[in-house]
């Protein structure tokens, strides 16, 4: 029976030491996502977004930005959160960055058509905006918010419908087929027929 307790022994020792060591490793793996999860709270209260930082960090500069009103970094800060969410397949985060970046391109339209009076650049923006809502509706067709400023775009910007005119003055619908290929096209309005 000695020899037993021994052997018992003898094995009961390396056990104990992996038991520790699993133990140990778990206890550090934990103090590291504490770390983390402090020092992303950090970064979000203070607004910044450190290199490296977690995409939902990124996203809150993002906001921050956007209600300083320094639309280009707001805007940047909003794809890169895009990009690495989606590596990440964070698919709300993705879809949030792209309204917020739709909701920009909307307001600087207001804005650059009311204040600078520049048209052109407005329409830019607008269908910009579009393009934005119209990704995100695709994705969840129940969003209101989307649906709402993109009816409200369509207002301020009606999409250009390709019509064949004849000669004697009566127009007929295009048939799509026998339009060039449409995914080779822009979303950008052009100029109507007629109106040179």
């Not at 709300?92 to 058509?113: C, P, Q, T, W």
């Not at 449409?182 to 040179?196: D, F, I, L, Q």
Request: net charge neutral; aromatic share 6%; glycine share 6%.
């Amino acid at each position: 029976m000695v020899t037993l307790n021994r052997l018992a022994r003898r094995q009961l020792a390396p056990a104990l030491y992996l038991c520790a060591l699993a133990a140990l490793t778990l206890a550090a793996h934990a103090a590291w996502q504490a770390w983390q999860a402090h020092d992303a709270n950090r970064q979000m209260r203070d607004g910044v977004a450190d290199a490296g930082a977690p995409p939902m960090v990124v996203f809150a500069h993002g906001v921050r930005l956007d209600r300083e009103k320094d639309y280009d970094a707001a805007l940047a800060a909003y794809s890169e959160a895009e990009s690495r969410g989606e590596l990440r397949h964070d698919t709300a985060l993705g879809h949030a960055a792209r309204l917020n970046a739709s909701n920009i391109y909307l307001r600087r339209a207001i804005e650059v058509a009311t204040r600078d009076g520049a048209a052109a650049r407005a329409i830019t923006l607008i269908e910009l905006a579009k393009t934005g809502y119209r990704r995100v509706l695709r994705e969840r067709p129940d969003e209101w918010g989307a649906r709402y400023n993109l009816e409200l775009a369509q207002v301020l910007v009606p999409d250009y419908e390709v019509r064949n005119w004849r000669p004697d003055g009566k127009e007929t619908q295009v048939d799509d087929d026998a339009l060039p290929d449409k995914a080779a096209w822009t979303e950008m309005v052009g100029a109507p027929r007629g109106m040179h």
